[in-house]
Structure formats: C-alpha cells, structure tokens
C-alpha cells in the first residue's frame, strides 16, 4: 500500500462568545487537517490544533517538509516515517509548528492503518478498555456574572453525569479566582474532583504556592501549568513545596521533553497531547515512559484521539472533555454528529469504527477553510 497524496487543510472555527485565559483572547480555532491517500484507494485523516493564528504555517511544514518524504512510500512503516519526518525538520524546528505538522501526519498514518487492518485504534495499540474516565473542562474567563458562569457550567456538566471537573485560573486578582474556585467546589459538591488550569499565568514559583495555599481547602485534583512550559526547575520546586499535584506537559514536544520533566521530577501528572508532541508514535513512548517512572497521565484536549490512546494506556487517569453546547473547544464542530463522542455518566466509549472512527463534516470543513 503506497502513499500517493499528503493533503493538509487548515480551518478556522470561530468561538461565538467573547472567551479567554490568564494569557489571550480566544476568537476561533485553527485546526490542520491531513489526509494521507494510497494506491489501494484507502486514505486516513490526522488531526492538530495549531493555535488561534498558527495554521497556515503547520500546513506548509506538510506540504514542503514532510509530504514529500513519504510519497511513494509503504504506508505502514510508520516509525519509520516519524523517524524521517524528524530529522528533515531538525533545523527549523523540534517544537511548535513542526512538530504539530509530524502530529498530523503521523495521526493519519494511524488511522490508515486502522482502515486497512479493519481495527479501531485503540485495539490496534492493545487496548486494556473499551471505555475510559472523562472529565469537564471549561470555567474559562467570559463576559458577565463570573461565578454565576461557573456555577451554571459545573452545574451542566453534572446533570449530564460527569464527576470530575477543570476550571481556568490566573487570569484576574487573585481573591476573585478563589471565590470562582470556591463557586465551583459548592456546585459540584464535595465528592466531585477539580482541577486548576493556569496557562502558564505566573512567572515565580512563590507566585503559584501562594495561590495553591489560598485554594487548598477546596480540595484540588491537580494544579496545571502553572508556570512557562520551560521553567522545568520552577514546576520541580512547586511540585516538592505543595501537597497538592502539580500537571505539566500539554505544550512539550517529543520524549526527551518529557524526560527531562521526569528527571526533574517537575510533575505529578503528565499532560501529553498527541497533536502536540509528535502525534500517536511519540505519545504512546511518552505515557510508556511515565508508566516506567510511576507517573498517569492525562492528556490535554483532542478527546477524539485520546479516548484512543488512554484505553491502550493503563496509566491514562483520565480524559479532556468538552461539551460543543459550551462553545470553548470547538474541533467536533467539523465532525459529522454520528461520529461524534457520546459520553455516559462520567466516561467516554472509545469508538468501534476503524482507525479513529472520526468523519469530517464536508460542508463544515469547506465553510471555515482558510486559503
């Protein structure tokens, strides 16, 4: 089976509310799609998020980087593949927009694969379930009441049977994000787990200590990101200082990346995100290497791929989800509704159809095509 095309296609998928973090403004989602094509008339779909403005550029590594490495090549040699795609790429970048790029396409080839063994992903990997824990993600900054905001997005999650939570801090005084985490805690209830999301808000590690004390009476699941992605000492110091677990990963790239995070011990979780790190090859060395150090993982966003990986993974804890009806994460938005995830009671069926199960709406993807 020879690869004959390497298609990307960038989108962008506008958020319809006014939507924020500790650092940016959200207006819409870029996303990269790539289609992988072959001789035998298979072809497999891969997937990254590329940011709010990054597309264009994750497309054109595809396109003049890696698409023609593997024209004409066997499809299923896929670790071979990556190994080609990153060395072609080592001078021009080891993270970023290159290695979203390698996500995609590597994503695709799995998926190919997937079609062409008539295997879903997850069995195809050696699955160890068919269903794995979700948790809601949202509690972003938005126009408005921000606890009534809170409470009424906790408060949907939970009717639809979800246990575990995620909300976003950093990004207003600090005695306001502790009344938003105290809102949540009453609106989920005391059972509930919650977890903390900075986006890399402060920059000194007492910042984030002294945030963690104000909040620690809420019970908190783990506290995210709380510095830069680089400041690896910085996470280590806060991860030996507090009780609470510390959560890093979503923004590195690549199993040295998160080696050097292990060695540091800068993390009581690890978030690796397979659209981010070099797509399901590097995600499934990473989580194999947390699992050799007695690390979980739970990996940040893309659900439709990671319901995959965490049921071939049982150091997976748990998975992002989010809910289209909050309009935050948009990706399902290009999928068509019976491929969608249909989550029950807190977990997430991992999909039976080959490869990722996923079919991408034509209609939506040619209305937010960009070029």
Not at 238 to 252: D, F, K, N, Q, S
Request: charged share 20%.
């Amino acid at each position: 089976m020879k690869i004959t095309a390497v298609i990307p296609t960038t989108v962008s998928v506008p958020i319809d509310r006014p939507t924020a973090i500790a650092t940016r403004a959200l207006g819409s989602r870029e996303y990269v799609l790539v289609t992988v094509e072959t001789d035998e008339g298979l072809s497999g779909v891969g997937f990254t998020y590329a940011g709010t403005v990054g597309g264009e550029s994750t497309a054109a590594f595809v396109s003049a980087a890696l698409a023609p490495l593997l024209v004409g090549a066997d499809a299923a040699l896929i670790g071979r593949h990556w190994a080609a795609m990153y060395q072609e790429v080592l001078l021009t970048g080891r993270r970023g927009a290159a290695l979203r790029a390698i996500s995609a396409v590597d994503t695709a080839l799995w998926d190919l694969l997937g079609k062409a063994t008539g295997m879903p992903l997850a069995r195809l990997l050696g699955a160890v379930a068919d269903e794995v824990p979700a948790y809601a993600s949202g509690g972003y900054y938005r126009p408005g009441d921000p606890l009534e905001h809170i409470r009424e997005e906790m408060t949907f999650y939970r009717e639809r049977g979800f246990t575990d939570y995620k909300i976003k801090v950093g990004g207003v005084a600090l005695a306001a994000d502790v009344e938003r985490v105290r809102a949540a805690r009453e609106a989920i209830g005391p059972e509930g787990r919650l977890a903390l999301d900075a986006n890399n808000a402060w920059r000194w590690p007492h910042d984030a200590v002294r945030f963690a004390r104000a909040v620690e009476e809420y019970d908190i699941w783990w506290l995210e990101e709380p510095l830069s992605p680089e400041d690896i000492r910085g996470h280590a110091e806060i991860a030996r200082t507090l009780e609470m677990p510390v959560a890093t990963g979503e923004i590195h790239a690549t199993r040295w990346d998160f080696q050097a995070l292990i060695e540091a011990r800068s993390a009581d979780i690890l978030q690796p995100d397979a659209g981010v790190l070099g797509g399901v090859s590097e995600w499934m060395k990473v989580a194999h290497t947390a699992a050799s150090a007695n690390l979980p993982v739970a990996p940040h966003w893309h659900a439709n791929l990671h319901v995959h990986l965490a049921a071939a993974a049982d150091n997976c804890i748990t998975v992002e989800y989010f809910s289209l009806d909050t309009d935050i994460f948009n990706f399902e938005r290009l999928l068509t509704p019976e491929t969608r995830l249909a989550p029950s009671g807190g977990m997430l069926p991992v999909p039976q159809r080959p490869g990722l199960g996923v079919e991408f709406d034509p209609e939506a993807v040619a209305r937010w095509r960009v070029g």
